[in-house]
């Protein structure tokens, strides 16, 4: 492990919460360090139009979006590295953050490490990932043009999901387990009133299935039950999008800081403190509920704010 490197405030991720707190803690001269991790620009990065944040009548792209926001941050003094926090210890102050084999401190730390999307297991999901099977419509559409594809989920994302894949299928298909979408009105509207979109109701996926083709393997069938009978059956999509929801990035403060029981970070009411002095917490970490880039980054200016008044009652 080489030298010792000293900030203030660390913050851990780059999405929407992680840069509004480099913004505020950079203008109050905190010189923050920002860890970018494995996805820098966090979710965003992997979404196309952004037409809900404001300022943005026209919509904006994700990845454009995120640039703009790492600039306003460097602009005020921020430092952000590409890398990966991979340990930390907040059992003492300074706190501990080991990152490629550098050990950084911190007076005070804000985690802003947002949320990952949600699999199914499937006995042969892993053989398929990347060769059929994709949590991420954006990224991935483009290689299924002209083809059957299935998205799982009845949320506000499989409609996006869904809707943006007719772009290029042939025909999308969502699966959902229940017989009534979660998605918000318009989101359920859009979707329903595709030609190219079909529902399948109460069923679920259990398992998928392929070929060798051209050296790798290739998704052609999906396995399904359909939850009212109990009855198995096949379909034949060459891709498969989950699109049921996401699991927050907070497995390194396990045993450490406070976790709802899907592992949410706890913060107090009106503030972005954890249960520790001096750690904070924003974004889609700490926040099951609302999930939104501009609640991220409401979040993540709590935070700075929050460490600064922290920081100044130490001293
Ligand atoms: P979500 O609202 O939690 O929906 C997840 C969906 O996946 C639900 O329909 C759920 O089914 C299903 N699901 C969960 N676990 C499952 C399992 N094990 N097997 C089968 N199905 C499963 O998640 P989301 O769609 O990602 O949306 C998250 C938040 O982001 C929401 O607040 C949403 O409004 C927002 N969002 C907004 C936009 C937009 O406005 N453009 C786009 C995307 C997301 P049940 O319904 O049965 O629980």
């Known amino acids: 492990m080489s030298n010792n490197i000293h900030s203030k405030v660390i913050i851990i991720g780059s999405g929407p919460a992680g840069f509004t707190a480099a913004i505020y803690a950079a203008r109050a001269n905190l010189n ?14 992997i979404t196309t139009d952004v037409e809900n944040y404001p300022g943005f009548p026209d919509g904006v792209l994700g990845p454009e979006m995120m640039d703009m926001f790492r600039k306003q ?9 590409f890398k990966e926090v991979t340990k930390v210890d907040f059992s003492k102050r300074p706190f501990t953050l080991e990152a490629d084999d550098t ?13 990952s999307a ?10 398929y990932m990347g060769y059929g099977i994709s949590a991420c419509a954006t990224c991935d559409g483009f290689f299924f043009k002209e083809q059957e594809v299935a998205v799982i989920g009845g949320g506000d994302s499989a409609m996006e999901e869904a809707t943006f894949l007719t772009k290029f299928a042939k025909k999308v298909t969502v699966i ?22 079909d529902f399948m109701w109460n069923t679920t996926v259990i398992d998928v299935g392929g070929e060798q083709k051209n050296g790798h393997p290739a998704l052609t069938r999906v396995k399904l039950k359909d ?16 699109a049921i929801g996401h699991i927050p990035n907070t497995k390194l403060f396990k045993g450490m800081l406070d976790m709802d029981e899907n592992g949410y970070l706890i913060t107090q009411p009106k503030s972005t403190k954890t249960n520790i002095p001096g750690v904070f917490a924003s974004g889609d970490a700490q926040d099951s509920y609302y999930r939104q880039a501009v609640t991220a980054a409401g979040t993540g200016c709590m935070a700075a704010i929050d460490a600064e008044r922290f920081l100044e009652s130490q001293d």
């Not at 923050?32 to 990065?45: A, D, N």
């Not at 941050?73 to 590295?81: P, S, V």
């Not at 939850?227 to 989950?242: A, H, M, N, R, Y």
């Open 176 to 197: 959902h387990r229940r017989d009534e979408l979660r998605a918000s009105k318009i989101m359920q509207e859009r979707a329903l009133k595709n030609p190219k979109i």
């Open 103 to 115: 050990t950084y401190t911190a007076d005070s730390v804000i985690i802003a490490t947002g949320a």
């Open 73 to 81: 941050a460097q602009r005020f003094g921020a430092t952000c590295i």
């Open 32 to 45: 923050p360090i920002l860890f970018e991790g494995t996805q820098p620009g966090g979710q965003l990065t």
């Open 118 to 127: 949600r699999l199914l297991d499937l006995p042969n999901r892993d053989k």
């Open 227 to 242: 939850l009212k009978t109990g009855k198995e059956f096949e379909k034949p999509f060459t891709g498969l999008f989950f």
